[in-house]
């Protein structure tokens, strides 16, 4: 656990457990020196305590490095519940994951994520003010798809074999939750042509219907042959071995975390393929939840979230200047935001 800490520079590790609800939960604060550290609470049916411990850190990571890149003044923090067989009271256990928020005094700001819902979070905001995505400001599914949205336009712009118009491009959705469908919609509407998959056999059904989308099973939706291939599901798709699999000029999803290791990063740039850092492209999610919590208004947050089409195309430019793989590029951009070069190389 320590060693993970120290591999990712996590600052801050908690538990809780409450025996009368079943909460047993997690919350990782990576960085909170841009402001307090923000991420969503993710419900999750976890095989073991080190997995919920892991991935409570690597998306913690994600979260600071997301904020760093989109310019955005929190730190970055995520919350895991390991999903009981049962839920016997919703809200009782809701409540009791307020009070542990509430225990670190306003330096983790939760909101939504996989398995939770905006009734969630007014559960939770009837304990504590440190929670944003209730039923008042709002879900961050179609902002975190609109970021991916623009993203996508930034990766046409980028590919050599491509043109920026999404009007007729392969776009091979993995996941159709809140994000991913309402990802599929904006690319429908803007003419795509639709590859969709998810383990949900209604939601699959939907999207052919609503969107004149053709369908394939979850098994073979990585080497379908696409333009763009949007990973919108849970992460560590993205492996040395399954790179191989791919038949796409980029990689635009919303998933947090899809390269499983830093060489899966490499690997893609080795075939050639253009990758958009998950932790930039779904920063939408972060941007409405951030400002909506601070009180901004709607045309500030949707402003901020067209910018990451912008900084992706930086990092794009910087890519085919330098021929660096861009998952490196991208993450030492948020590094030298979050820790500067000086203590960079000092660590190094």
Same mark, same amino acid.
């Given at each position: 656990?320590?060693?993970?800490?120290?591999?990712?520079?996590?600052?801050?590790?908690?538990?809780?457990?409450?025996?009368?609800?079943?909460?047993?939960?997690?919350?990782?604060?990576?960085?909170?020196?841009?402001?307090? /550290?923000?991420?969503?609470?993710?419900?999750?049916?976890?095989?073991?305590?080190?997995?919920?411990?892991?991935?409570?850190?690597?998306?913690?990571?994600?979260?600071?490095?997301?904020?760093?890149?989109?310019?955005?003044?929190?730190?970055?923090?995520? /919350?895991?519940?390991?999903?009981?067989?049962?839920?016997?009271?919703?809200?009782?256990?809701?409540?009791?994951?307020?009070?542990?928020?509430?225990?670190?005094?306003?330096?983790?700001?939760?909101?939504?994520?996989?398995?939770?819902?905006?009734?969630?979070?007014?559960?939770?905001?009837?304990?504590?003010?440190?929670?944003?995505?209730?039923?008042?400001?709002?879900?961050?599914?179609?902002?975190?798809?609109?970021?991916?949205?623009?993203?996508?336009?930034?990766?046409?712009?980028?590919?050599?074999?491509?043109?920026?118009?999404?009007?007729?491009?392969?776009?091979?959705?993995?996941?159709?939750?809140?994000?991913?469908?309402?990802?599929?919609?904006?690319? #429908?509407?803007?003419?795509?042509?639709?590859?969709?998959?998810?383990?949900?056999?209604?939601?699959?059904?939907?999207?052919?219907?609503?969107?004149?989308?053709?369908?394939?099973?979850?098994?073979?939706?990585?080497?379908?042959?696409?333009?763009?291939?949007?990973?919108?599901?849970?992460?560590?798709?993205?492996?040395?071995?399954?790179?191989?699999?791919?038949?796409?000029?980029?990689?635009?999803?919303?998933?947090?975390?899809?390269?499983?290791?830093?060489?899966?990063?490499?690997?893609?740039?080795?075939?050639?393929?253009?990758?958009?850092?998950?932790?930039?492209?779904?920063?939408?999610?972060?941007?409405?939840? #951030?400002?909506?919590?601070?009180?901004?208004?709607?045309?500030?947050?949707?402003?901020?979230?067209?910018?990451?089409?912008?900084?992706?195309?930086?990092?794009?430019?910087?890519?085919?200047?330098?021929?660096?793989?861009?998952?490196?590029?991208?993450?030492?951009?948020?590094?030298?935001?979050?820790?500067?070069?000086?203590?960079?190389?000092?660590?190094?």
């Amino acid at each position: 656990m320590f060693a993970e800490m120290k591999n990712t520079r996590t600052s801050e590790l908690h538990l809780w457990s409450d025996e009368d609800t079943g909460l047993q939960a997690v919350i990782a604060i990576h960085d909170a020196n841009r402001g307090p /550290a923000l991420g969503g609470c993710r419900l999750f049916s976890y095989k073991s305590s080190d997995d919920a411990i892991r991935d409570a850190i690597r998306l913690a990571q994600g979260m600071s490095y997301k904020a760093a890149l989109a310019g955005v003044e929190q730190g970055g923090g995520k /919350a895991v519940i390991m999903a009981p067989r049962e839920i016997h009271n919703r809200e009782a256990l809701f409540k009791a994951f307020g009070r542990f928020v509430h225990s670190l005094g306003g330096r983790y700001i939760t909101a939504m994520d996989v398995g939770t819902q905006t009734q969630d979070m007014d559960t939770i905001a009837s304990i504590t003010p440190h929670v944003s995505c209730t039923s008042q400001t709002g879900d961050p599914a179609p902002y975190t798809a609109l970021g991916v949205f623009n993203s996508i336009k930034a990766a046409l712009d980028a590919s050599p074999d491509l043109s920026g118009d999404i009007t007729n491009k392969r776009i091979a959705v993995q996941g159709l939750g809140n994000v991913g469908f309402a990802l599929c919609e904006m690319l #429908s509407n803007a003419g795509a042509e639709l590859i969709v998959s998810d383990i949900d056999p209604a939601k699959v059904v939907q999207c052919e219907e609503l969107f004149s989308a053709r369908s394939v099973p979850p098994s073979t939706i990585l080497s379908v042959e696409c333009d763009i291939f949007s990973p919108c599901g849970m992460g560590g798709i993205l492996q040395t071995d399954t790179v191989k699999e791919l038949h796409c000029n980029a990689i635009v999803g919303s998933a947090n975390n899809q390269l499983a290791t830093p060489e899966a990063g490499l690997a893609l740039h080795r075939q050639g393929i253009l990758y958009a850092p998950d932790f930039l492209v779904n920063a939408g999610g972060l941007i409405h939840a #951030s400002l909506s919590h601070r009180g901004r208004p709607a045309q500030e947050i949707n402003e901020r979230i067209h910018d990451i089409g912008a900084t992706l195309a930086k990092i794009f430019q910087r890519h085919r200047t330098s021929g660096e793989p861009v998952s490196l590029i991208a993450d030492r951009m948020a590094e030298n935001s979050l820790y500067g070069p000086e203590l960079l190389q000092r660590s190094a």
